[in-house]
């Protein structure tokens, strides 16, 4: 006899498919993504994908996840930031969307520098300086071809996001290693210096 208990977990099972995060060294974060193909944008497996991506975003607690994260090799990220307060400090919110083969064009190059952490580099925090006024194009969920552009800290969040489609780490953008940390160091010795407001 079949206990409830099993068929609740079951069907938990089936609705949320938290996929895993595959970490720093594995190759498929090296490599660079395939473009998503157009004609299947809205088929159950890109549903199934989307679904899965932001249920696995939700469990880690981030606020972007890439298609490579999850160890598939196609150009897609999504990104939702709903709590302004992270352990970046307090940003601008940003409902759930999902970006299909996006491109960047860097509107300003005057760059500035955050921490930054990754679901792929658990444990770990960086200052990596970045542009700070870019343009992304993207495909969203629908298709259709969308534009914006993005400033301040949402300009680093969406570099380091699709950073992950060409293969990079946000490991490969710090310039200086004294700034690599752990998350406690990073708590203990930098969150509140000069060099985490810049
Ligand atoms: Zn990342």
């Not at 594995?26 to 993504?33: D, E, F, Q, S």
């Not at 400090?89 to 083969?101: A, M, R």
Request: glycine share 6%.
């Amino acid at each position: 006899m079949v206990k409830v208990i099993d068929i609740i977990r079951q069907i938990t099972q089936i609705i949320m498919a938290v996929r895993e995060i595959v970490r720093m060294g594995h190759p498929t974060l090296r490599k660079v993504a395939e473009p998503y193909p157009i004609q299947q944008i809205g088929s159950d497996s890109f549903l199934e994908l989307v679904e899965d991506m932001r249920e696995t975003l939700h469990c880690a607690g981030g606020i972007g996840l890439a298609a490579p994260q999850i160890d598939v090799p196609f150009q897609i990220a999504v990104v939702e930031i709903t709590d302004p307060i992270t352990r970046y400090g307090e940003i601008q919110t940003l409902p759930f969307e999902v970006y299909i083969n996006p491109t960047i064009t860097v509107e300003n190059a005057a760059s500035a520098g955050y921490w930054e952490g990754c679901l792929s580099v658990p444990g770990m925090m960086g200052f990596v300086e970045r542009p700070q006024h870019i343009r992304v194009d993207y495909l969203d969920s629908s298709a259709e071809k969308k534009s914006m552009q993005l400033k301040g800290f949402l300009a680093t969040v969406f570099q380091h996001e699709f950073d992950h489609l060409l293969g990079k780490l946000y490991v490969d953008r710090i310039s200086d290693m004294s700034l690599f940390s752990f998350d406690l160091e990073y708590q203990l010795y930098h969150l509140n210096s000069a060099s985490s407001q810049s």
